[in-house]
């Protein structure tokens, strides 16, 4: 076999080339989620540390932090990182076609959240910590929680 050929140094060049693009993406993304953590409010140096990223995020996003755990479930993490992504686009004000790009093309989506005209409106999931309360009540004014009727018996006094 003949290593001395033009295809290996050909091959050589396309892989040079393909972790060439990598890098330029990989700096894309981590310079865009740079400056989406310095508009939330949080220390912008987050984006690049691998756990304590997700840990920011929950926190811009006003999800408990127990959810750390659950994105680092294999089976779960895909789908609460998709749910931290809408909500984090949700708290700046974004549709969820931004979360579609923010999932498919974070390189191109989170720098145009970070350095666009988007404002952080705060924690876009501080409505579900409302409870009951909040003018999105799945039940309406039927809220079986509060029911008084909807109660575990009671033994009598003797």
Do not use: H
């Not at 050909?10 to 508009?39: D, N, Q, R, S, T």
């Not at 089976?75 to 004000?93: D, H, V």
């Amino acid at each position: 076999m003949d290593y001395n050929s033009e295809y290996s140094s050909a091959a050589a060049g396309i892989g040079a080339g393909m972790i060439f693009l990598y890098l330029v993406l990989l700096v894309l993304y981590i310079v865009g989620m740079w400056k989406v953590f310095e508009k939330a409010g949080k220390p912008g140096w987050a984006a690049i540390i691998p756990i304590y990223n997700l840990i920011v995020l929950i926190e811009i996003v006003g999800k408990p932090t127990i959810w750390i755990l659950w994105l680092l479930i294999p089976c779960t993490a895909p789908i609460f990182g998709i749910w931290l992504t809408n909500l984090l686009s949700k708290s700046f004000g974004k549709t969820e076609g931004f979360t579609v790009g923010l999932v498919l093309f974070p390189f191109i989506f989170f720098p145009i959240l970070g350095f666009g005209d988007a404002k952080y409106l705060g924690p876009s999931a501080k409505e579900a910590q409302n409870g009951f309360n909040n003018p999105n009540n799945p039940f309406g004014n039927n809220n079986p929680f509060n029911d008084p009727f909807n109660k575990p018996p009671t033994t009598p006094g003797i």
